[in-house]
């Protein structure tokens, strides 16, 4: 039977198009085959070879980092230097963050999806920087493909946003969101030194301390054929620097090399990347990576994506000190976060890359 499509709805053109969560969608017992409208092709030449020893992102030691001696901290500083250069994502061990609270958050996000889809309605708002905001796919009033993935945002700083339900969501995503920033602080700081600056000198020039932290939950269930659905398509990142945990279930790919790499993440690390705010910032020093999320045929994949960036009114230009010294001109020029934003989730940015709009 075929699912009854009431859950969500999106304006387009005037029209109204409903669209039923993946969730919903999934669940159905008829589901065998992917339907058209979701229907993605993938280039198998660009699959890296999952075993292949180069093909696992670099690790950063958070404990060196912050409380090593100054010899450990300037190796590791290097380290990162040279894992935003090569890589883009690197991922984050020993970061004091309880790997329970994690999978708190994890499972309270999971009861957040389990509602049912009557009870989640109230929360899917339109507009990009709603301060809480649930649906399906991406942008279904402009995509051409719809994505195996139903989404959960909540923005958590400047001011702190929640949820009254599921029970214990609130408490837990303020905890979490708290947690995730300190190590993005020091992780930006790391960033700053790596180049040669002051370690505080982004999130100063980004005025971190009113920037932006969005709690990006993505939910994706057991596809039949895996091979013909996407949960995100290739993108970047919009922000400065994003902290990604998920469940028990993989699926994060990255493009190192021209190759589709799978991120094996320890248990327990944060895999971080890099965002499009950094490259600019770097003058293209530091690449903001192309990265997507595949589905399985196994179980339901969580992911909790947590990006920060600038303050919603600060624009990212290359830095002149970095400039100088390199003999550089500057290649971007410089856009609201607000706006870049905005361009990022607009038909423009299906087009080209967000980053090239810029690019002088
Ligand atoms: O689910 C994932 O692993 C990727 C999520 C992601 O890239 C995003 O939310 O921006
Ligand atoms: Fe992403």
Redesign the pocket.
Known sequence: MAPAVTSLTEASNGHETEVASIKRLAASAALSSVPSEYTYTKNPNEQGDANDPEHSIPTIDFALLTSGSPDQRAKVIEELGRACEEWGFFQVTNHGVPERLMKSMIDACHRFFDLPEEEKKEFQTKNLLDPIRCGTSANVAIEKVRLWRDFLKVIAHPEFNSLYKPAGYSEVSLEYSKRTREVATEILKGISESLGLEADYIAKAMNWNRGLQIL?A?Y?PACPQPDKAI??PP?T?HGLV?L?I?NEMG??EVKHKDQWVLVNATPGAFIVNIGDQIQILTNDKYKSIW???VVNNKAT?I?I?V?HGPSLDTPALPIPELLEREGQAPKYVGMTYEKFMELQASPAALTKPCLDHLRI
């Open positions: 990006a993505n994706y949960g995100i993108h990142d994003t990604l998920q699926g994060l990265h997507r999320a994949r992911s994506a990006p």
